[in-house]
Structure formats: structure tokens, C-alpha cells
């Protein structure tokens, strides 16, 4: 069975950098510890996404498309289709005393978030540190090791897979009836219209969407509270 624009696969995956063939993303458990990656608390498992979405990387995204479910691909993507290639107006310096008044030790390799957005420190130096906002796969060929495990068919799984891969909601509470999908998780407001789109978008028979607030959840439990 082949896949195309528009459908929902899950699949498992390890990406590698192609110049040194270093793991920077996976799906696989296993695969984490064999190679010394594991991280405690991470969640390794095979991902949901909509094909031709922009789920995933661009080459990788049309490179999904008319592939099999169930076979083995390997597939590199170029910087251009991948992370972009390297800016360097995203490389800043900056004064190390940023970093020592707030007890940070820099040093080549250390992750930072500076202002809500992740660097990687390249050098320190003379009282000057520089830091890297590009994405570490910047500027590099990346070659990913995928299977399509399946495609997904119930609506409802569709639309819980959006939530899980766009939101990090592992079990959102929803009901699918007749085309109104009724959302009883708690989704700020401010992700309402951009998450309405996608799910009409990609979910075509949903053709409206309700949210049930957090006031009518707590009167519904005091309604079985007195049954």
C-alpha cells in the first residue's frame, strides 16, 4: 500500500548528520540505548503525521510521498530541503559576564535558551562568548532511516495525533459525532483558531468544532456528584 499528500502515516525514524553520522533525532528506545543516547523522562515512540504538511522536514516530506507501508527507505536531504543552511546573522557575541552572573559556566558545546530561544555556545574567549542560533543540523546533509508503519484511517486517531504531535497532549478528551468534534481537554485560547484550521484542514469531515470550558467541566461533576 503506497501513501500520499494528505494522509496520515505512523512511522519510526533515526536521523543522522551524513558527515559524521551522528544521531540527532529518533523514535526507537532500543536504538536510544544502544547508542548511548537514552534520556531519562524522553518519550520514544513512533510519531503520526500528515504527509505534505510540513510535519516534518521539506525533502522529507516529498520524499514520503508514493513510498510503501511496511518497507525500509533511506533517504538523505540537503540543507536546503532540510535545516536551512547556516546564518550567519543568527551567530551572536556577546560579554561571558551574561552567562557568570547567573552562576552559567560557558563552554564550547553547552545548550542555552536565551530568551525563550535555544543556542549552542562555539567559543569563549577573551571575555567574549559566541553563540550559535542556528539549528544544529544547520548547513548539513541529513540522511533519515524511516518505515512507514501504517496509515491511519479513524478520524478520531487523526485528530488525537494532531493534538499529541502539535501540542504534546497525550490523551486529549474528545468526542467525534456527526461532523462537530467536542474538545473537553483544556486547549489555551489563544491555539483555538490556528488548531481549528489545521484539524478542518486535514481532518475534512470535521466541519465543526466545540470547547468545552474549564467552568462546564466542573458544574458537569457536580451534576454526578448529586446523582
Known amino acids: 500500500m503506497k501513501v500520499k499528500k494528505g494522509d496520515f502515516v505512523e512511522l519510526d525514524f533515526i536521523g543522522r548528520i551524513k558527515e559524521s553520522n551522528q544521531i540527532f533525532d529518533l523514535t526507537d528506545e532500543e536504538t536510544a540505548k544502544k547508542e548511548k543516547l537514552h534520556q531519562a523522562g524522553a518519550k520514544y515512540r513512533p510519531i503520526t503525521i500528515c504527509i505534505g504538511e510540513g510535519d516534518v522536514v521539506e525533502g522529507l516530506d516529498e520524499e514520503l510521498v508514493n513510498k510503501e507501508v511496511g518497507k525500509d527507505y533511506t533517504i538523505e536531504i540537503s540543507p536546503e530541503k532540510g535545516f536551512g543552511k547556516k546564518d550567519a546573522k543568527l551567530i551572536k557575541i556577546v560579554n561571558t559576564n551574561m552567562f557568570t552572573k547567573q552562576n552559567i559556566h560557558p563552554m564550547p558545546g553547552l545548550q542555552v535558551n536565551i530568551d525563550n530561544m535555544m543556542a549552542i555556545i562555539r567559543t569563549v574567549s577573551g571575555g567574549r562568548t559566541v553563540i550559535d542560533f542556528n539549528h544544529p543540523c544547520a548547513g548539513k ?74 467552568e462546564e467541566k466542573k458544574e458537569d461533576k457536580k451534576e454526578e456528584k448529586k446523582e
Do not use: A, C, W
Open 141 to 214: 546533509h541529513v540522511v533519515y532511516e524511516i518505515k512507514i508503519l501504517k496509515k491511519v484511517f479513524d478520524d478520531k486517531e487523526k485528530v488525537e495525533s494532531i493534538f499529541r504531535f502539535h501540542l504534546g497532549m497525550d490523551n486529549p478528551e474528545l468526542e467525534l459525532h456527526e461532523g462537530t468534534l467536542h474538545i473537553n481537554s483544556d486547549v489555551n485560547e489563544m491555539f483555538h483558531e490556528q488548531l481549528n484550521e489545521k484539524i478542518k484542514k486535514q481532518v475534512p469531515l470535521v466541519k465543526k468544532i466545540q470547547y468545552k470550558k474549564k
